[in-house]
């Protein structure tokens, strides 16, 4: 089984940047991580949701089919809107779920963390605290 840890990030006051990271585990053991930027005007909420899609777009293009997959974000509200338990009123926000649903792999679930567990979470932190 993997576990595909996703974050998304921006800077709402600054504008100045906006990104994303993906943990891949298998068993426990990091296998891959990737990292990068979104529009420095991406809001929280379409990071975190562009962070989601990233790391189904990883599952689809680079996990096995038939493995089964645990995608893990801290974001309640893309986990919410992806897995159909909240709605939005903004069309910005639903379209990029849907494009998220477009990009979705076989065999996979989404599931909500506390942001103290989220392995792409803490990577970006740590990562951020560097610089």
């Given amino acids: ?68 997959k645990i995608i893990i974000g801290d974001s309640k509200l893309a986990v919410g809107l992806f897995n159909g338990t909240m709605r939005t009123k903004f069309p910005h926000l639903r379209d990029a779920v849907i494009q998220a649903q477009i990009v979705s792999p076989a065999n996979f679930e989404v599931r909500w963390s506390s942001r103290k567990y989220n392995k792409a979470g803490i990577f970006l932190e740590k990562r951020h605290n560097e610089n």
């Fill in 1 to 68: 089984m993997y576990k595909i840890w996703f974050d998304g990030y921006s800077s709402p006051k600054t504008h100045d940047r906006a990104g994303y990271c993906v943990i891949v585990e298998k068993d426990g053991i990091t296998s891959a991580i990737e990292h990068g930027t979104f529009s420095p005007d991406t809001t929280c909420n379409l990071a975190e949701i562009g962070a989601l899609t990233k790391a189904l777009e990883f599952a689809k293009l680079h996990l096995p089919p038939h493995e089964y």
